[in-house]
């Protein structure tokens, strides 16, 4: 199978941010370029708006496929990460059931798209 490049939602990944930020985790732009190995995610975002967050679970220096990263990922902070995370994306999942304007705006973001 072919994976296809990733289209970020832009209007989704600002709502993302927003609610990220407010569950006390802010949001920092990735890396340019850093978007290590493939996923068919790229595929769905082909067909329909979508984000594909990355959240660090240690410092900037670190890597993941190491021993460091393994204690990494089972630290408090990696915890407190994730639990942001997961409130942040069932939040923007509310936003987007409950509030047309916003998918109006995902779809035609994503219909103009790259």
Do not use: C, Q
Not at 25 to 40: E, I, K, M
Not at 80 to 87: F, I
Not at 101 to 114: K, Q, Y
Request: net charge negative.
């Amino acid at each position: 199978m072919r994976h296809e490049h990733f289209r970020d939602s832009e209007v989704l990944s600002e709502r993302f941010a927003a609610h990220l930020a407010r569950a006390g985790t802010p949001l920092t732009p990735p890396a340019p370029g850093v978007y290590p190995g493939s996923s068919d995610i790229g595929n769905v975002s082909s067909r329909v708006p979508a984000i594909h967050p990355f959240v660090a679970v240690m410092d900037a220096d670190g890597s993941d496929r190491t021993p460091e990263f393994t204690e990494a990922a089972a630290s408090p902070r990696a915890r407190r990460v994730l639990l942001s995370v997961v409130e942040a994306l069932a939040a923007t999942t509310l936003d987007v059931l409950d509030d047309k304007d916003l998918r109006t705006r995902a779809w035609a973001g994503h219909a103009t798209g790259p």
